[in-house]
């Protein structure tokens, strides 16, 4: 683990909610230095999988998930908040750390047999990646890998993810 990155990580207790202690990734975005490092480290761990493309969760998934397919060469896909996205849609709904939360592809976002990166600032509960990961492969799309900066490993989020494989940087 990076402890470089890990410092660039600032704890916001009780945001957004009592009791959550939210974890910052702008600090680490704001440095060129952490920036370029954390997107060459998950550009690393995902490249040998070869996807097709990137698939980013709202909001933060979108800056370094942009970031990564432009790096390996890959085309990008944004799981967005309901009603943004103007084309045909398919939904999910999942429970969060705090809260509930759907999410929504294009229906034509993801190609059949299409090889499918899964990218998240954040693992916390895995519902929300595990959404995503449900979502492609109704589309036919095959997930290759689900890459996060964080891992809030007390939540045990890997478990809900059994089937793919997870990589983090910076384990809590
Ligand atoms: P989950 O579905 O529980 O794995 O939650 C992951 C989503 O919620 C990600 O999009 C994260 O950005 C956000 N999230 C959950 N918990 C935190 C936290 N403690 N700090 C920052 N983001 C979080």
Redesign the pocket.
């Known amino acids: 683990m990076s402890e470089t990155l890990k410092a660039k990580i600032r704890d916001i207790p009780d945001f957004p909610e009592q009791g959550?202690?939210?974890?910052?990734i702008m600090p680490l975005l704001a440095d060129p230095a952490t920036l370029r490092e954390t997107v060459d480290l998950l550009a690393e761990w995902i490249e040998p999988r070869k996807p097709d493309v990137i698939l980013g969760?709202e909001a933060?998934?979108f800056i370094l998930g942009a970031a990564l397919a432009y790096k390996l060469g890959c085309g990008f896909v944004a799981a967005r908040r309901p009603g943004k996205l103007p084309w045909k849609t398919v939904s999910a709904t999942?429970a969060?750390?705090?809260g509930e939360n759907s999410l929504e592809l294009h229906s034509d976002a993801i190609e059949h047999g299409q090889r499918v990166l899964v990218h998240?600032?954040?693992?916390?509960?895995?519902?929300?990646?595990g959404a995503i990961c449900n979502l492609s492969e109704q589309l036919g799309g095959q997930i290759v890998g689900v890459a996060f900066v964080i891992e809030?490993t007390f939540?045990e989020?890997r478990k809900q993810l059994g089937d793919y494989e997870v990589h983090s940087l910076i384990e809590y």
Not at 20 to 24: E, L, N, Q, S, W
Not at 121 to 126: H, I, K, S
């Open positions: 959550i202690v939210f974890k910052d969760a933060r998934g999942y969060l750390e705090y998240d600032d954040v693992l916390a509960t895995g519902g929300t990646a809030l939540l989020g």
